[in-house]
């Protein structure tokens, strides 16, 4: 081995760990918020009064409109940063029909709760396919 291999071993090494520690800090992430979850789930109240409870709902309305849109946008010109949008997109609709059903009222407040969700969950499966197939191929003649 000449120096010339070991120094691009090492920058390669370099490089790969650099790029390692963001998912280092994810795990560390993930460990940390068990213990979080534990303790919020013995401290928080079982209900609460929210202020600006519509704002809370349009924003989040807002925000899955506004990821249908630009992922629509970037994906009908080929861009492929729609597979992020649609990414987002995808984690917004469950967290939609996640809050929609946990906060809903008995009987036909939930039964609507359930059937946005699972209009929600289909937004939600469309995107992830889009965010994770193999996107659209063009012609290059």
Same mark, same amino acid.
């Given at each position: ?47 609460? +009064? ?26 009908? *010109?080929?861009?492929? *940063?729609? *597979? ?27 039964? +609507? ?26 012609? *290059?003649?």
């Amino acid at each position: 081995m000449t120096d010339g291999e070991g120094v691009s071993a090492t920058m390669t090494m370099t490089a790969t760990g650099r790029k390692r520690w963001p998912l280092v800090l994810l795990g560390a992430a993930a460990v940390l918020l068990v213990p979080w979850t534990v303790v919020l789930a013995l401290t928080l109240p079982g209900s609460t +009064e929210v202020d600006n409870w519509p704002l809370a709902w349009i924003g989040l309305d807002v925000l899955m409109a506004t990821g249908c849109a630009a992922t629509a946008l970037l994906g009908l *010109r080929g861009d492929p *940063r729609s *597979r992020l949008t649609a990414s987002a997109t995808a984690s917004v609709a469950v967290l939609d029909a996640w809050f929609d059903i946990t906060t809903a009222g008995t009987g036909a407040p939930l039964a +609507e709760a359930l059937l946005c969700a699972v209009a929600e969950g289909a937004l939600a499966g469309a995107c992830v396919r889009l965010a994770v197939g193999k996107g659209r191929r063009t012609a *290059r003649r």
